[in-house]
């Protein structure tokens, strides 16, 4: 299921979100399209959008959300719209999906396919997909979202239309979240600077209350004992981060997007702990020690690596 999205309510990114008005208003639409940028900033909001709009049955797809089509769409039950958005894309999804779009639209011009971080699609699926974009349909829009588009084959990338999107500013973030949620402007601030140019997840510690401030203790420790020369601290601190196994998911995501925030400050020369090199080090052992544990590898070694610097 998907929330609808309403391209005038997109945070940020006004150029790009200017560019895909004016494709669906100009008739100058694409087959695909490569989503490509930052995690947390947008792109999955604006190919929903984006979706919407080129379904439209209403004189003014920009702004319309009574027509039949766009009450269909907002009722997550539109018959031409298909999301995409699974942990792991198999061969057997792509090959479901395929097979409905090659079918006539039920209503009006088109079919639209959004699958977002295409990178999560195996090889195979990612393969069986290259016939759908080398040959679509006239009547077929496929909207593909992405990290880093290294992550995908350079056929897929090659035969789709790529639009790029960035951070967003720390002051859009603000005031979006102070004027237009109605976030404390304590709480904001501490947001912002967690959030490090990504609205997705600013808005998502917003409705969670006191998880900003979890992650802003967690994460001053971490850096603390990550820092620190004294390996009884860094042992104590893997003993309490990695008992609580339910929340350590979580915990590891918040403190890769804190990690990342120091980063950018850092690059700005506004950061006195860090350099971005070891920032980016740190990034890559967050990253393989999350791994690890998805492999089921024991939580409190994988921790104690990390800390150690064992974790290349």
Do not use: W
């Not at 997909?129 to 290294?150: C, S």
Request: with cysteine; hydrophobic share 40%.
């Amino acid at each position: 299921m998907y929330n609808v999205v309403v391209m005038k309510d997109i945070v940020g990114n006004s150029t790009t979100i200017k560019y895909l008005k004016d494709s669906v208003a100009g008739d100058n639409l694409s087959h695909a399209y490569l989503f490509c940028g930052p995690e947390n900033v947008g792109k999955t909001k604006a190919g929903i959008g984006l979706a919407k709009m080129i379904l439209c049955e209403g004189t003014n797809p920009l702004e319309c959300s009574t027509c039949p089509s766009c009450m269909l769409f907002g009722s997550g039950n539109h018959p031409d719209f298909h999301f995409l958005d699974k942990d792991a894309v198999l061969v057997e999804d792509i090959r479901e999906l395929t097979g409905a779009l090659e079918l006539r639209p039920y209503r009006g011009k088109a079919k639209v396919a959004l699958i977002p971080h295409a990178e999560k699609l195996t090889t195979q699926a990612l393969n069986s997909f290259l016939k759908t974009l080398e040959e679509p349909t006239t009547q077929t829009v496929i909207i593909l979202t992405t990290e880093n588009k290294k992550n995908l084959l350079e056929t897929i990338v090659s035969r789709a239309r790529m639009v790029n999107f960035s951070l967003v500013s720390d002051k859009q973030i603000y005031e979006f979240l102070n004027g237009e949620l109605g976030v404390k402007k304590a709480e904001t601030e501490q947001i912002v600077g967690l959030a490090g140019g990504r609205i997705g997840y600013a808005v998502t510690l917003s409705t969670d209350e006191g998880m900003a401030t979890d992650i802003t203790t967690l994460t001053t420790e971490f850096m603390r004992a990550y820092k620190s020369a004294d390996i009884y601290e860094k042992m104590i601190f893997a003993d309490k981060l990695s008992k609580d196994k339910e929340l350590l998911g979580s915990r590891l995501s918040g403190l890769e997007m804190s990690v990342r925030g120091e980063l950018l400050r850092a690059a700005a020369g506004s950061s006195k702990t860090f350099s971005p090199g070891e920032l980016l080090t740190l990034l890559g052992r967050l990253a393989k020690s999350a791994e690890a544990i998805r492999r089921n590898a024991n939580i409190k070694l994988v921790i104690e690596g990390l800390l150690l610097g064992s974790i290349a």
